[in-house]
């Protein structure tokens, strides 16, 4: 059983930046992908960035490129997700999820076995 929390989350201003962490407790985390998704009330879970287990591969939402970087510390057993420029839009439940060596970056919700509770990000205008 993997326990995944995530922390970074708050408030801040459109244009800001805020980097978001997820911690995991399995001493095995470099052999997990992992992804961050996000959930803004009364919409589905989005994917949001993922990476694999051996740092090869990395996708993003389209929604993200270019502004969201997703990096992972083997040492720390640590995901991060660098989010900057942010806007309203972005605002919602930031959850973190991992799955055991995949070849490729899982981007549907389904495709991890393992989550997070989640951190809260609000962008204001």
């Known amino acids: 059983q993997v326990h995944l929390v995530e922390s970074g989350g708050g408030l801040v201003q459109a244009g800001g930046s805020l980097r978001l962490s997820c911690a995991a407790s399995?001493?095995?985390?470099?052999?997990?992908?992992m992804g961050w998704f996000r959930q803004a009330p009364g919409k589905e879970r989005e994917f949001v960035a993922g990476i694999t287990w051996s740092g090869g591969s990395i996708r993003y939402a389209d929604s993200v490129k270019g502004r969201f970087t997703i990096s992972r510390d083997n040492a720390k057993n640590t995901v991060y997700l660098q989010m900057n420029s942010l806007n309203p839009e972005d605002t919602a439940l930031y959850y973190c999820?991992?799955?055991?060596?995949?070849?490729?970056?899982?981007?549907?919700?389904?495709?991890?076995?393992?989550w997070g509770q989640g951190t809260q990000v609000a962008v204001s205008s």
């Open positions: 399995e001493r095995t985390f470099s052999s997990y992908s």
């Open positions: 999820a991992g799955k055991l060596r995949t070849l490729a970056v899982p981007t549907r919700f389904t495709g991890y076995d393992y």
